[in-house]
């Protein structure tokens, strides 16, 4: 997959109603900032938006907070290089985390009220723990805001004429408006807009290009005739036995499997406060569980607006795939844009883009200022002071946090492929803390100290995987097999480390481990129980089940 | 939940919860959801009904503004017409306010 340069060929015409209907878009979003600053009283409304959210707004700012620029064009990319293998992603690469965390883990999150997830691991081990994950966690989110910044500029500098700078600061300034004045109430209202939104922009592309290529037998047709493409392209598990893989991704069903589907996606899904905020802020026990569950349903039909549109420009486009210009991998779906799409409905396809790469970058620094606030300055820089001080740090980290997003914004433009760059960061700093986390919350024997050292010697262990990779000791098929082994020696090393410090350390006694820890404690799962939510269509395993069922249903169809 | 927890997990989280509450203010977003959409529907809508053929020869046949218009439309009167139905999904009292035993 290829860079994001762009010569200047592919321009979207937009006329006086697109713009008007983007400008429409800016002002509700901003609106919505402005209106939700009347509610913020606290640094908690301000920063964990006061806990008071109904499930299926925080279900859709979950599912929408990922769903930012990268994946939208990045998955379409994904669906144009590798075919309908791009289903992995969602499939076993997102739902059964998703899950997972709303039937197991949100009742640790929710329940010991903690207010981010370096706090949990604070509670859970000790403070050079809750600091170390702080900060790893902090840099990893203004790196991939900036992506998501450096993508939006790229984006409106190509289709729209803008210039890159100006690009960068307009859209900067549109998201540090709203969640400076709103909060992550904004963020999140604004998440769920934006939802909306995507789906009203790429609905339409997908039917008309659908129609196009003859329908969905029409288009794997032609896709199984396509030079680029071919059989394979059409199929998810067929070629991908350990020994002999010939599937487009170029990895096993082991590696797709444990690589993909465990590590990698529990390690995000399960670890990253980027998503789990949005969980947390939730109003009762019940909505928290259910958020990922009700964000897993749209999450499972979503590759339908992206891998489809991939395989269209695969079939239209021969050109594509090249590593620069018009023609990249990357930009598959504003090609497709600029086909099909008239004005009016052109200008929804814009506005949804953007409303996607806005949703991304909102939620990074949604995530940053939280844990900057209260994991950083509020317990080890400033503590003890009133809580009005830190809703104004809490205001001041937005600003600080978007301009240095804005200096990563480059530090992804120097890479040719900002798709694998991002799963290389998930690598280096999602997978050791799930594995911390995963250990932790079962075995009640694992040590504080052992929590530190996993999280740390996992974290250098996918580092220096990626390190030989780079130099050439170590040689896998493609960067995503990397990744996937990566993950795998992360895991291994942070298990080993918690499993040997926790040998040769003192555990914290089961008073300290409340609900903190499986088996020690009670949760009490029916917390703030609303009327309505015992009914069969709000049991978080019922929900879950459906989830997963039809998750392996949809790959019936894509053998 | 047990009764003493750990001294420093309530002084934080404690201070940021005593600060209180304005969020059980926060507006209904159906109604910016239902409004923005109506709007947006109206407007391809009308697009779609003024444009010409240009317009649905490039989008393979199809009078696209017009669905799109028809299917925005439909969303954002269904937002408006759902907030009206169940107006407090957002302000629902609570049965128990013990989301823990250590309660203020």
Same mark, same amino acid.
């Given at each position: 997959?290829?860079?994001?340069?762009?010569?200047?060929?592919?321009?979207?015409?937009?006329?006086?109603?697109?713009?008007?209907?983007?400008?429409?878009?800016?002002?509700?979003?901003?609106?919505?900032?402005?209106?939700?600053?009347?509610?913020?009283?606290?640094?908690?409304?301000?920063?964990?938006?006061?806990?008071?959210?109904?499930?299926?707004?925080?279900?859709?700012?979950?599912?929408?907070?990922?769903?930012?620029?990268?994946?939208?064009?990045?998955?379409?990319?994904?669906?144009?290089?590798?075919?309908?293998?791009?289903?992995?992603?969602?499939?076993?690469?997102?739902?059964?985390?998703?899950?997972?965390?709303?039937?197991?883990?949100?009742?640790?999150?929710?329940?010991?009220?903690?207010?981010?997830?370096?706090?949990?691991?604070?509670?859970?081990?000790?403070?050079?723990?809750?600091?170390?994950?702080?900060?790893?966690?902090?840099?990893?989110?203004?790196?991939?805001?900036?992506?998501?910044?450096?993508?939006?500029?790229?984006?409106?500098?190509?289709?729209?004429?803008?210039?890159?700078?100006?690009?960068?600061?307009?859209?900067?300034?549109?998201?540090?408006?709203?969640?400076?004045?709103?909060?992550?109430?904004?963020?999140?209202?604004?998440?769920?807009?934006?939802?909306?939104?995507?789906?009203?922009?790429?609905?339409?592309?997908?039917?008309?290009?659908?129609?196009?290529?003859?329908?969905?037998?029409?288009?794997?047709?032609?896709?199984?005739?396509?030079?680029?493409?071919?059989?394979?392209?059409?199929?998810?598990?067929?070629?991908?036995?350990?020994?002999?893989?010939?599937?487009?991704?170029?990895?096993?069903?082991?590696?797709?499997?444990?690589?993909?589907?465990?590590?990698?996606?529990?390690?995000?899904?399960?670890?990253?406060?980027?998503?789990?905020?949005?969980?947390?802020?939730?109003?009762?026990?019940?909505?928290?569980?259910?958020?990922?569950?009700?964000?897993?349903?749209?999450?499972?039909?979503?590759?339908?607006?992206?891998?489809?549109?991939?395989?269209?420009?695969?079939?239209?486009?021969?050109?594509?795939?090249?590593?620069?210009?018009?023609?990249?991998?990357?930009?598959?779906?504003?090609?497709?844009?600029?086909?099909?799409?008239?004005?009016?409905?052109?200008?929804?396809?814009?506005?949804?883009?953007?409303?996607?790469?806005?949703?991304?970058?909102?939620?990074?620094?949604?995530?940053?200022?939280?844990?900057?606030?209260?994991?950083?300055?509020?317990?080890?820089?400033?503590?003890?002071?009133?809580?009005?001080?830190?809703?104004?740090?809490?205001?001041?980290?937005?600003?600080?946090?978007?301009?240095?997003?804005?200096?990563?914004?480059?530090?992804?433009?120097?890479?040719?492929?900002?798709?694998?760059?991002?799963?290389?960061?998930?690598?280096?700093?999602?997978?050791?803390?799930?594995?911390?986390?995963?250990?932790?919350?079962?075995?009640?024997?694992?040590?504080?100290?052992?929590?530190?050292?996993?999280?740390?010697?996992?974290?250098?262990?996918?580092?220096?995987?990626?390190?030989?990779?780079?130099?050439?000791?170590?040689?896998?098929?493609?960067?995503?097999?990397?990744?996937?082994?990566?993950?795998?020696?992360?895991?291994?090393?942070?298990?080993?480390?918690?499993?040997?410090?926790?040998?040769?350390?003192?555990?914290?006694?089961?008073?300290?481990?409340?609900?903190?820890?499986?088996?020690?404690?009670?949760?009490?799962?029916?917390?703030?129980?609303?009327?309505?939510?015992?009914?069969?269509?709000?049991?978080?395993?019922?929900?879950?089940?459906?989830?997963?069922?039809?998750?392996?249903?949809?790959?019936?169809?894509?053998? | 939940?047990?009764?003493?927890?750990?001294?420093?997990?309530?002084?934080?989280?404690?201070?940021?919860?005593?600060?209180?509450?304005?969020?059980?203010?926060?507006?209904?977003?159906?109604?910016?959801?239902?409004?923005?959409? $109506?709007?947006? /529907?109206? !407007?391809? +809508? %009308?697009? =779609?009904?003024?444009?010409?053929?240009?317009? #649905?020869?490039? &989008?393979?046949?199809?009078?696209?503004?017009?669905? $799109?218009?028809? /299917?925005? !439309?439909? +969303? %954002?009167? =269904?937002?408006?017409?759902?907030?009206?139905? #169940?107006?407090? &999904?957002?302000?629902?009292?609570?049965?128990?306010?013990?989301?823990?035993?250590?309660?203020?």
């Amino acid at each position: 997959m290829c860079g994001v340069l762009m010569d200047g060929g592919l321009r979207l015409d937009l006329n006086l109603l697109d713009y008007v209907i983007l400008a429409c878009y800016f002002l509700t979003v901003l609106g919505i900032g402005v209106l939700a600053r009347r509610s913020i009283n606290s640094s908690l409304d301000f920063l964990m938006s006061g806990r008071a959210l109904p499930a299926w707004v925080t279900g859709l700012a979950f599912v929408a907070a990922n769903l930012g620029a990268l994946e939208i064009l990045g998955m379409a990319a994904n669906g144009a290089q590798y075919g309908v293998a791009t289903v992995h992603y969602y499939w076993i690469g997102a739902v059964p985390a998703m899950v997972f965390l709303g039937i197991v883990m949100m009742p640790f999150y929710y329940g010991s009220e903690v207010r981010s997830v370096p706090e949990f691991l604070r509670l859970r081990f000790n403070k050079q723990t809750h600091l170390l994950n702080a900060i790893i966690f902090a840099v990893s989110a203004v790196l991939i805001a900036g992506v998501n910044l450096y993508a939006l500029a790229i984006v409106l500098q190509a289709l729209l004429g803008w210039p890159l700078v100006v690009a960068v600061v307009v859209a900067a300034a549109l998201v540090l408006a709203y969640i400076t004045l709103g909060g992550l109430s904004s963020a999140i209202y604004n998440e769920v807009l934006q939802f909306f939104v995507i789906l009203a922009g790429l609905i339409p592309l997908v039917v008309v290009g659908l129609h196009d290529m003859g329908g969905w037998s029409g288009l794997s047709d032609k896709v199984a005739a396509n030079k680029a493409g071919g059989e394979g392209f059409l199929h998810a598990w067929q070629g991908t036995q350990i020994g002999n893989v010939t599937n487009p991704i170029g990895a096993s069903w082991f590696g797709i499997v444990f690589g993909l589907g465990f590590l990698l996606s529990f390690g995000y899904w399960t670890t990253n406060f980027a998503e789990v905020q949005r969980a947390m802020s939730a109003q009762n026990m019940s909505a928290a569980r259910r958020t990922p569950l009700i964000g897993a349903f749209p999450k499972l039909f979503i590759p339908a607006l992206t891998i489809i549109p991939g395989l269209i420009a695969l079939v239209l486009f021969p050109k594509l795939g090249a590593d620069k210009g018009d023609f990249t991998y990357t930009n598959a779906i504003p090609l497709l844009i600029e086909r099909y799409l008239p004005n009016g409905v052109l200008g929804i396809a814009v506005t949804g883009l953007l409303a996607a790469f806005m949703a991304g970058m909102a939620a990074n620094i949604s995530s940053f200022n939280t844990v900057f606030t209260y994991d950083i300055w509020q317990t080890y820089v400033r503590p003890g002071h009133d809580d009005a001080y830190y809703l104004r740090t809490g205001r001041v980290v937005t600003v600080v946090g978007i301009l240095i997003g804005v200096g990563t914004a480059f530090i992804a433009a120097g890479y040719s492929n900002i798709m694998n760059y991002v799963q290389i960061l998930f690598s280096f700093f999602n997978v050791p803390l799930f594995a911390t986390f995963l250990i932790g919350i079962f075995w009640k024997r694992m040590t504080a100290w052992a929590g530190f050292s996993a999280l740390l010697g996992g974290t250098i262990g996918a580092v220096a995987t990626w390190v030989l990779y780079k130099l050439d000791v170590l040689t896998f098929k493609t960067d995503l097999v990397e990744t996937f082994w990566g993950s795998g020696v992360a895991f291994v090393v942070a298990g080993g480390l918690a499993i040997g410090v926790s040998m040769a350390t003192r555990p914290k006694p089961d008073d300290e481990l409340q609900g903190l820890v499986r088996g020690v404690g009670a949760t009490n799962l029916r917390a703030g129980e609303l009327v309505g939510d015992s009914t069969w269509y709000r049991n978080p395993l019922v929900l879950g089940a459906t989830a997963l069922a039809i998750s392996v249903a949809l790959y019936i169809p894509f053998w | 939940m047990p009764e003493n927890s750990p001294g420093d997990r309530d002084a934080e989280i404690e201070s940021s919860e005593e600060a209180g509450s304005g969020a059980a203010r926060l507006f209904d977003v159906r109604r910016i959801i239902g409004g923005l959409f $109506t709007l947006y /529907g109206v !407007l391809v +809508l %009308g697009a =779609g009904i003024v444009d010409g053929k240009s317009a #649905s020869d490039k &989008a393979s046949g199809i009078d696209i503004n017009i669905w $799109t218009g028809v /299917g925005m !439309l439909l +969303l %954002g009167l =269904g937002m408006l017409i759902w907030m009206r139905l #169940s107006p407090s &999904a957002v302000a629902d009292p609570p049965l128990d306010r013990d989301r823990r035993s250590t309660e203020h």
